[in-house]
Every structure is written in C-alpha cells, then in structure tokens.
C-alpha cells in the first residue's frame, strides 16, 4: 500500500472526525434547545424535549459522540505526520476500534429511537388513538427533525469511521510481516 | 494462535449464527402472528402489529437476519473441517465481515425502533396526550415484548458476529506472513 494510499486515508480520517464533532453538537444543540409553548383557549401547553424520552438518548449520545470524537481528532492530529508512535500500538488501535464500534452502535440505535418517535409525532398511531402533534407543535417538530438529520448524517460518519479504524488495525496485522507491500 | 483457539473461534462463530438464526425467527413469529381483539361496549377494537410501523421493520429485519444467519451457518460448517478453501479467500472474507456488519447495524436499529415504540406503549406520552395502551391490550404488549426481548438478544449475537468475522479478517492478513505463530 502505497504513502499516497495510506495519507488519503488518514485524511479521510481526520476530516470524518472533525465533521462527527460538528453533526453530534449540532445535533445535541438542535434538540437541547426544542421547546414550544403554545395557548389553546385559555392554556398554555408546552412541548420539551425532555417530554420525549428518545430525544434525551439521543442528546446524551450525540454530546458524547462529539466528545469522543474531538478528543479523537486531536489525536490523529498530534500523531498526523509519525509514522511510528502511538499509531503503531496494536493495543491502542484496538482501543480505538472498539470505541469507534462502540459508537458507531450507540449513535446508530439512538437515532434509530429517535426516527421512530419523529415519525409517530408525524403521523400518529391512529389505532392506539395517538394523535400526530407536529400539526399542533410545528416549531417544535421542525428544530427536532432538523436535530435528528443531523444526528442520522452522524451515524455514516461514525459507520464510515468504524470501517476505518478497523482497517488500520487491519494494517498492523498485514503489514509488519512483509514491510508495507501488502496486496489488496 | 494455536489450533486450539482457532477451533474454538469457529465452533463460537457457528453456535452464534445458528443462536442469531433462532432468536431472529422466534422474534419474527412472535411479533408477526400479535393481534389482540377486544370489546369496548359494543365496539370491537383491534391491535395488530401492522398497526405500529415499528414492529413491521422488526418483523422484516429479524426474517433477513435468520435467514442471513443460516445461510452463514452452512457455509460455516460446509467448511468446518478445511483449513484451506474459501476461508482462506480475502474477498470472501470481507464479504461476510460487510455482510456481519451490515446485518448488526440493521439489527440494531430495528431493536431500538420497536424498543422506543414499546416503552411509549408502556407509559403513554402525556405530554402528547398519547395514553398507554399495554393497561387495554395487554397481551398484545406482553407478546410484542418477548418478540423484542428475543430481537435484543439477537443483536447482542449479531454484534458478537461483527467482532468474530473482523476477527477472522485480521488473521487472514496477520497469519499468512509467518505461518500462524501471530503473537497477540
């Protein structure tokens, strides 16, 4: 595998670290400040997000995901140019196999959650008489779907990101035996 | 890595496909054939699982993942005792790591879909005036949650698979260089 090769991935890497960090505190910040109060007659009825258990998950998973890849990207950044170092510790790649794994699951079920009560919202479940509430709620709707296509685009880079880590643990296995000429 | 440990991963990698090929298709029976119906006064009422958009990806992911899973389990078997063929083959082993993958990520999201829409079910939405609906059809719930209880377990196998098959990827590429004596 070519310097080329291996510079482009590490790039890719860099960048889809930077664009995680971005989407999971957009999408935390979007659905952290969802709240809409509206009069009907003479009450006042509000709508949080804390009224919706799935959005809190996915808050917490997208605050953590932004954390986890900040912390990440620094890393990458600092061992950017070595080609040894820390980068070559099989135990840390699969530190951060696992934690890109582990991630990329969490972040995956918490949107997951979170589409489908978007969707409930929308439509309604008329046969347990569960009226839609975006008609009564758009604001609220609107900021919390804009939070949870976020979050959706956060998990492809948190899949990508995972298909990534393990291919450079891949590399540590193949490419120590025979000095990086590895075929593909 | 001795051939002991290698044994032991295979015979690991087909008890889990034939595990995940059971649970996916207790939990697709279980949450397919869910309908309750009862009498409000005069008025039949009906609860199927076609009623919650949740239940019907469950259904479909968890008939894909059985089905996915014992194909595997055959062609795990079929070459159970080689220790050359197609486990040897790069190609094919990133096919069925994309495939584990895939299938774990499908899994997971449909899981946490149906679990979302389960605990609404539970505990209503007062916020949005969705009342509970277990107190009304009860066995439809208790039905709809040992569907789910199934398909979480079936993902925690599908997870373990993604590992196993990563795993088996590695080796491909860590033992060829100097005869199975990888150190780890």
Redesign the interface.
């Known amino acids: 595998m070519g310097g080329n090769v291996e510079r482009k991935v590490r790039v890719a890497e860099v960048t889809l670290r930077c664009v995680l960090c971005g989407l999971g505190t957009l999408a935390a910040a979007l659905v952290a400040t969802d709240k809409q109060t509206r009069t009907f007659f003479t009450m006042q009825k509000?709508?949080?997000f804390t009224?919706?258990?799935?959005l809190v998950v996915l808050v917490a998973a997208n605050a953590v995901a932004a954390g986890y890849s900040l912390l990440q990207a620094a890393r990458c950044l600092f061992f950017f140019g070595s080609s040894v170092g820390l980068r070559s510790s099989r135990a840390i790649a699969w530190c951060v196999f696992s934690g890109d794994?582990a991630l990329?699951?969490v972040a995956?079920?918490?949107?997951?959650?979170?589409?489908?009560?978007s969707?409930?919202?929308k439509r309604g479940?008329?046969?347990?008489?569960?009226?839609e509430?975006c008609g009564l709620y758009g604001a609220f709707c609107r900021k919390a779907g804009g939070g949870i296509a976020c979050a959706v685009a956060g998990v492809l880079a948190a899949?990508a990101l995972?298909?990534i880590s393990?291919f450079n643990?891949?590399?540590l296995?193949?490419k120590?035996?025979?000095g990086g000429a590895?075929t593909?």
């Open positions: 509000t709508a949080a009224d919706v258990r799935a794994q990329a699951y995956l079920g918490a949107a997951a959650a979170a589409l489908q009560a969707v409930v919202s479940l008329p046969a347990f008489q569960w009226m509430v899949v995972a298909f393990a643990l891949f590399r296995y193949g120590k035996k025979n590895t593909w």
